[in-house]
């Protein structure tokens, strides 16, 4: 999720205010701001250079919830260009910005740092620059961004969360989603009495003789700028195996013990998502699930938990269907995003139902793997009571917008409903690790994705795709009966002109798949219109029967 659960769920209330809003008010979203659009859109000064690496180097005190240190950005200019755009919020300090030892000249703009080089960088070249930074930054309120608590045994924990409002919230970056770096160094500088877990392999820690420690992490894939993570905490670790992947675990020493027995789950899970998807994608990197305050959020390869060690969501039935606490949610949901949204992971937020849809959708795989393909689908038409309908899954692009909360549960459904479509399961299961495979490590847009689909199975599903997530009705089979000559009539009511969607109907256990168009045609049936059904288990739609 990009946020996370905990983010995603607060998320779902906040959503469902400002749905209202948007339903009361005729569904006009408001009009991006000049920030929005600053930090949202792929500017030029963004689209002319591709980044290489980051070593963010940061210097951490709890007590005084203050931040120092540097980024070192490398880069390379795809065009001739003297200017490039990173991002820091503005609650932060620009101390200098090197190049060499060249300082050089900037203009801050909402969050947005324009840096000006003397010299014209080359097309091809490849730079660094040093970016140093000092602040208090900002707690953002919904959980998002930086925060700096105490345990309940007064230690400091210091933990990051920061999807929506941006990883520029706590450190200087490209703050977008559309590039990545290739590989990144973390170093951590805390306290001796405290741990840092950040993404990648842990390299070691050095006394610094000062009262600090630095602690240095090396992600070896490319990673999204607010996957990128620190967790300061009095952290106590465990580690395990599965087969050559190594899975680390760090809780707070009160709760180690049912640590030990909750994340037992992180195999099942790893063993599930890699019989769909193939290898667990970090795997260099290594598996960590790292206890912390909120919820949850899809750190690459240091997931983040915090769902008080029960099963289901926070204790509670999330589903509503007496499957969802038989697992940890936090667990199995956050780690979907190791395959979508870490490894594949979209270009644009507009576009982010590629994570938090396909993730909800490896939940739903997930219960099939571990329970059977009954349960898997009792546990995915649960969601059905989590959607809204009222404004359109993929949202405007390029203003960092985030979408509403039907890109996770309508996305889901949407996802089991092609399955339906291909009515193959072999082929389906097929399919979907193929598409994984083929743009893992990638940043897509929904073209790539429908393009992929439409390609593999040889159909026009463009429709299909456009209907579910750029319209905010589901589509509806209409019926009607003519009981005297024993026959009736379908199409497709849905907003996308060519719409076409075969679909199961009839009697359950024996359907038959007719193929409907917007246009009416008809058959014959020997059921009355009272008994004849429709396989909407299997295909998220409405029905209307005259
Ligand atoms: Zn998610």
Known sequence: MPQSIFRKIIFTTVLAVSCSTFSAHGQTPSVPTHADILRGEYGPYRANNDLLSYHLDVRVDPEKKYLSGKNSIRFKMLKDDTRIQLDLHSALN????????????????????????????????????????SGNPVEAARFGGITFKKDSSGHSWVNTACEDIGASVWWPNKDQWRDEVENMEISVSIPNDLVDVSNGKFIGKTDLGDGYTRWDWLVQYPINSYDVSLNIGNYQHFSDKLGDLSLDFYALPEDLEKAKTQFVQAKGMLEAYQHYFGEYPFIKDGYKLIEV?????????????????????????????????????????ESAHEWFGNSITAQDRSDMWIHEGWATYLECIYVEYMYGKEDGLKYTNAYKTKVQNRQPIITQRGINGTPPQDEYFKGALFINTLRSIVNDDDRWFKLIHDFYQHFKYQNIMTEDVVAYFNQQTGMNLTPVFDQYLRHTALPTLELKFNQDDGTYSYRWKADEPGFAMPIRVGKKDNWQTIQPTTEWKTMATQLSKDDFDVATDLYFVNVSKQ
Request: proline share 4%; no cysteine.
């Open 293 to 333: 305050p909120y919820s949850g959020m899809e750190h690459q390869s240091a997931v983040t938990y915090g769902n008080h060690f029960t099963n289901g969501y926070v204790g509670r039935d999330w589903t509503g269907v007496g499957i969802s606490t038989r697992f940890d949610f936090i667990i199995i949901h």
């Open 94 to 133: 620009v101390d200098k910005i090197l190049l060499g030892a060249t300082p050089l000249k900037y203009e801050r703009d909402s969050g947005a740092v324009f840096i000006d080089f003397p010299e014209t960088l080359k097309a091809g070249g490849e730079y660094t620059i040093d970016f140093y930074y």
